[in-house]
C-alpha cells in the first residue's frame, strides 16, 4: 500500500502543501518519501528511504520550487527495499515524464519482457511502478506517432487507454508531464481509491489536487469533488484547465481491506464513510459475542484502528469499554528487526498493558484483523501477565486465507495463520479462550450499507475471487517464492505477526 498526492496551482510554490498532504497519508506507507516539482521548465526532485518528517527539511522549499507538485509515501508490496525504488519515477521521453503509483500489477512480468526486449527500454528497479511508467510511455509515443504532435492531450489519453488495454492489477496513478500538465488516473476495476478536489485560486481559476484519500485535501483548504470513476483519466493542463476522458469501461470493484484497516476513519472512499463502516463492523461482531453468552467483563481494542469496532461492540453488548493497552508510537514497524527474538521485543516495545484493566477479569480484545498471528499472540501473553482471567478475541474482519495482490502486503500463503487451519486451530495457537472472526457477508453489508450502488468488493484476500481475473496460479507460486518476499520472512515461524502491530 502506498499514498499518493498531486497539487496543481496556478500560481501559488506546492512543497509545502505537498509536504503537509503527505503527512496525512503517511500512514500508507513508512519506508520511504519523495516529491518533485515543476516549474513549468525544470522538474526537481527529492525522495529516500524514511518518514517524511525526516526525508525533507525547511531549506527544501528552496530547492523543490514549483506550483506544480506531487508526493509519495511508500510501503513496498513489488520490488525491492532498497531506496533507489523509492518513487517518483522518471522518463525523459515522451515529453519527460514523472510517476507515482499506489497499487500492484499482476502482469509484470510479461509486461517487463515487452518494454525491455520489444522496446528496448532499461529498466533501473524490480519495482512494477517503474514497469508500469515505461508502458505508459511506450504508449504515448505510438499515439504520438500515429496522431502528430498538435494535441498533445489526446495523446496522453490515448496513451493511457492503450496502457489500460495491456496492464492488469491495480493502479491508482499521478504523473507529472513536462509541457503538459498534471494527469491521473485509475485502473478500470477501481480497486485502489484516487479523488480529484479543487479550490478557489488566487487571480482567478481553480488550483487541482488528487489524493489517495480526501483527509490530503482539508489540510491545505481543498474542496473534494468527487472519486475517479474506474478506467477513468483526468488531466488538468498547464493553464489550470480540467481534461476528463474515460479511457476504458470501468466496474467499480474497490479493495474492502480498506474499510477494515489500510485507510484512516476520516476518510470518505467512494461516498463510504471509513469510520462508519467500522462502526457498522461492530454491530455484527457484537451479535455474535452476544450469542456466545460468555462472561465478558472489559471490551478492549488493540490500539489503534481497532477503536471504532471496539466502542460499537461494547454499546451493543453493553459491556464496559476500556483502553487496557497503550500504544507506544515512536518505535518501528516489527518486521524490520533483525531477527525474530528482537521483533518479539519489539511487540513489547509498541504496547504495553494497564494492570488494573486486567487483573481478575474476563477480557475481550477486539483486532481490526489477524493476518500473521505472532503480535496478538504475545499480547494474549501479555494480558495473562497482567492478571486477566480468561481472554477472548474478535477479529473485525473475516479470516485472512489468500495473498492480496493488489497492493497490500501480504503476498504469500505462508505469512497467514489463517491459510490451512480451523478457527479452532487458530485459536489453540494464539492461546486465547475463544476467537470469534467477522463473517465476510456481514463485512460487505457493513461497507455497502454507505453506498448501496457499489455491487461488489475485491475480498480476495478472504475468499480468493481476484476481481481482475487474471491471477495465475503461476504468478501467485512466484510471489511465493520471490526475494523480497524471502527477506522480510526471513528468521520468522510460519505464522508471522499481526497486521495491525506488523
Given at each position: 500500500?502506498?499514498?499518493i498526492?498531486?497539487?496543481?496551482?496556478?500560481?501559488?510554490e506546492?512543497?509545502?502543501?505537498?509536504?503537509?498532504?503527505?503527512?496525512?497519508?503517511?500512514?500508507r506507507?513508512?519506508?520511504?518519501?519523495?516529491?518533485?516539482?515543476?516549474?513549468?521548465?525544470?522538474?526537481?526532485?527529492?525522495?529516500?528511504?524514511?518518514?517524511?518528517?525526516?526525508?525533507?527539511?525547511?531549506?527544501?522549499?528552496?530547492t523543490?520550487?514549483?506550483?506544480?507538485?506531487m508526493?509519495?509515501?511508500?510501503?513496498?508490496?513489488a520490488?525491492?527495499?532498497?531506496?533507489?525504488?523509492?518513487?517518483?519515477?522518471f522518463?525523459?521521453?515522451?515529453?519527460?515524464?514523472?510517476?507515482?503509483?499506489n497499487?500492484?500489477?499482476t502482469?509484470?512480468?510479461?509486461?517487463?519482457?515487452?518494454?525491455?526486449?520489444?522496446?528496448?527500454?532499461?529498466?533501473r528497479?524490480?519495482?512494477?511502478?517503474?514497469?508500469?511508467?515505461?508502458?505508459?510511455?511506450?504508449?504515448?509515443?505510438?499515439?504520438i506517432?500515429?496522431?502528430?504532435t498538435?494535441?498533445?492531450?489526446?495523446?496522453?489519453f490515448?496513451?493511457?487507454?492503450?496502457?489500460?488495454?495491456?496492464?492488469?492489477?491495480?493502479?491508482?496513478?499521478?504523473?507529472?508531464?513536462?509541457?503538459?500538465?498534471?494527469?491521473?488516473?485509475?485502473?478500470?476495476?477501481?480497486?485502489?481509491?484516487?479523488?480529484?478536489?479543487?479550490?478557489?485560486?488566487e487571480?482567478?481559476?481553480?488550483?487541482?489536487?488528487?489524493?489517495?484519500?480526501?483527509?490530503a485535501?482539508?489540510?491545505?483548504s481543498?474542496?473534494?469533488?468527487?472519486?475517479?470513476?474506474p478506467?477513468?483519466a483526468?488531466l488538468?493542463?498547464?493553464?489550470?484547465?480540467?481534461?476528463?476522458?474515460?479511457?476504458?469501461?470501468?466496474?467499480?470493484?474497490p479493495?474492502?481491506?480498506?474499510?477494515?484497516?489500510?485507510?484512516r476513519?476520516?476518510?470518505?472512499?467512494?461516498?463510504?464513510s471509513?469510520?462508519?463502516?467500522?462502526?457498522?463492523?461492530?454491530?455484527?461482531l457484537?451479535?455474535?459475542?452476544?450469542?456466545?453468552?460468555?462472561?465478558?467483563?472489559?471490551i478492549?481494542?488493540?490500539?489503534?484502528s481497532?477503536r471504532?469496532?471496539?466502542l460499537?461492540?461494547a454499546?451493543?453488548?453493553?459491556?464496559?469499554?476500556?483502553?487496557?493497552?497503550?500504544?507506544?508510537?515512536y518505535?518501528?514497524?516489527t518486521f524490520?528487526?533483525?531477527?525474530?527474538?528482537?521483533?518479539k521485543?519489539?511487540?513489547?516495545?509498541?504496547?504495553?498493558?494497564?494492570?488494573?484493566?486486567?487483573?481478575?477479569?474476563?477480557?475481550?480484545?477486539?483486532?481490526?484483523?489477524?493476518?500473521?498471528?505472532n503480535?496478538?499472540?504475545?499480547?494474549v501473553?501479555?494480558?495473562?501477565?497482567?492478571?486477566?482471567?480468561?481472554?477472548?478475541?474478535?477479529?473485525?474482519?473475516?479470516?485472512?486465507?489468500?495473498?492480496?495482490v493488489?497492493?497490500?502486503?501480504?503476498?504469500?500463503?505462508?505469512?497467514?495463520?489463517?491459510?490451512?487451519?480451523?478457527?479452532?486451530?487458530?485459536?489453540?495457537?494464539?492461546?486465547?479462550?475463544?476467537?470469534?472472526?467477522?463473517?465476510?457477508e456481514?463485512?460487505?453489508?457493513?461497507?455497502?450499507?454507505?453506498?448501496?450502488?457499489?455491487?461488489?468488493?475485491?475480498?480476495s484476500?478472504?475468499?480468493?475471487?481476484?476481481?481482475?481475473?487474471s491471477?495465475?496460479?503461476?504468478?501467485?507460486?512466484?510471489?511465493?517464492?520471490?526475494?523480497?518476499?524471502?527477506e522480510?520472512?526471513?528468521?520468522?515461524?510460519?505464522?508471522?505477526?499481526?497486521?495491525?502491530?506488523?
Amino acid at each position: 500500500m502506498c499514498g499518493i498526492l498531486g497539487i496543481a496551482n496556478r500560481n501559488e510554490e506546492v512543497f509545502a502543501e505537498i509536504y503537509d498532504g503527505l503527512l496525512m497519508l503517511q500512514h500508507r506507507g513508512q519506508d520511504a518519501s519523495g516529491i518533485v516539482t515543476y516549474t513549468g521548465d525544470v522538474f526537481r526532485e527529492r525522495k529516500k528511504n524514511g518518514l517524511v518528517k525526516d526525508v525533507f527539511q525547511a531549506n527544501d522549499a528552496e530547492t523543490l520550487r514549483g506550483n506544480v507538485g506531487m508526493g509519495h509515501v511508500r510501503y513496498p508490496t513489488a520490488g525491492s527495499l532498497s531506496a533507489s525504488e523509492a518513487q517518483p519515477f522518471f522518463v525523459n521521453a515522451p515529453y519527460g515524464i514523472y510517476l507515482v503509483h499506489n497499487g500492484n500489477i499482476t502482469n509484470t512480468e510479461e509486461q517487463r519482457q515487452k518494454v525491455t526486449a520489444k522496446y528496448s527500454r532499461h529498466l533501473r528497479t524490480t519495482s512494477d511502478s517503474e514497469i508500469l511508467l515505461n508502458v505508459l510511455a511506450d504508449k504515448v509515443s505510438d499515439a504520438i506517432k500515429v496522431n502528430g504532435t498538435s494535441d498533445p492531450i489526446r495523446n496522453i489519453f490515448a496513451g493511457v487507454k492503450m496502457t489500460m488495454e495491456r496492464v492488469q492489477g491495480a493502479y491508482s496513478v499521478i504523473c507529472l508531464i513536462a509541457g503538459i500538465g498534471m494527469l491521473a488516473f485509475r485502473d478500470p476495476n477501481g480497486i485502489r481509491p484516487l479523488s480529484v478536489a479543487k479550490r478557489d485560486a488566487e487571480g482567478g481559476g481553480h488550483d487541482y489536487a488528487f489524493a489517495s484519500e480526501d483527509v490530503a485535501f482539508a489540510i491545505n483548504s481543498f474542496d473534494k469533488i468527487r472519486d475517479l470513476n474506474p478506467g477513468e483519466a483526468i488531466l488538468i493542463d498547464l493553464e489550470g484547465n480540467m481534461h476528463e476522458f474515460q479511457a476504458v469501461e470501468g466496474k467499480l470493484t474497490p479493495c474492502i481491506f480498506e474499510y477494515v484497516y489500510l485507510a484512516r476513519p476520516d476518510s470518505m472512499l467512494d461516498g463510504i464513510s471509513v469510520y462508519k463502516t467500522q462502526m457498522r463492523m461492530g454491530t455484527t461482531l457484537a451479535k455474535q459475542i452476544k450469542d456466545a453468552g460468555l462472561e465478558i467483563d472489559r471490551i478492549i481494542p488493540v490500539p489503534d484502528s481497532a477503536r471504532p469496532v471496539a466502542l460499537e461492540v461494547a454499546k451493543s453488548t453493553g459491556i464496559p469499554y476500556r483502553e487496557g493497552l497503550v500504544k507506544n508510537r515512536y518505535v518501528g514497524r516489527t518486521f524490520i528487526m533483525p531477527g525474530q527474538q528482537e521483533r518479539k521485543k519489539s511487540v513489547r516495545r509498541k504496547l504495553n498493558a494497564i494492570p488494573l484493566e486486567f487483573k481478575g477479569m474476563n477480557v475481550m480484545l477486539i483486532d481490526d484483523s489477524i493476518v500473521r498471528g505472532n503480535t496478538i499472540k504475545k499480547i494474549v501473553q501479555m494480558c495473562r501477565e497482567a492478571g486477566a482471567k480468561k481472554v477472548y478475541i474478535a477479529s473485525a474482519s473475516p479470516p485472512v486465507k489468500y495473498p492480496n495482490v493488489y497492493g497490500i502486503d501480504m503476498p504469500t500463503k505462508h505469512e497467514l495463520i489463517a491459510n490451512g487451519l480451523t478457527v479452532e486451530e487458530i485459536r489453540q495457537e494464539l492461546g486465547a479462550d475463544a476467537l470469534f472472526y467477522q463473517k465476510l457477508e456481514d463485512l460487505i453489508w457493513a461497507a455497502h450499507e454507505g453506498n448501496p450502488d457499489i455491487n461488489e468488493f475485491d475480498c480476495s484476500c478472504f475468499d480468493g475471487n481476484y476481481v481482475t481475473g487474471s491471477v495465475s496460479d503461476d504468478y501467485l507460486d512466484a510471489l511465493e517464492s520471490s526475494n523480497r518476499v524471502s527477506e522480510k520472512i526471513k528468521d520468522m515461524p510460519a505464522q508471522g505477526a499481526s497486521w495491525n502491530a506488523a
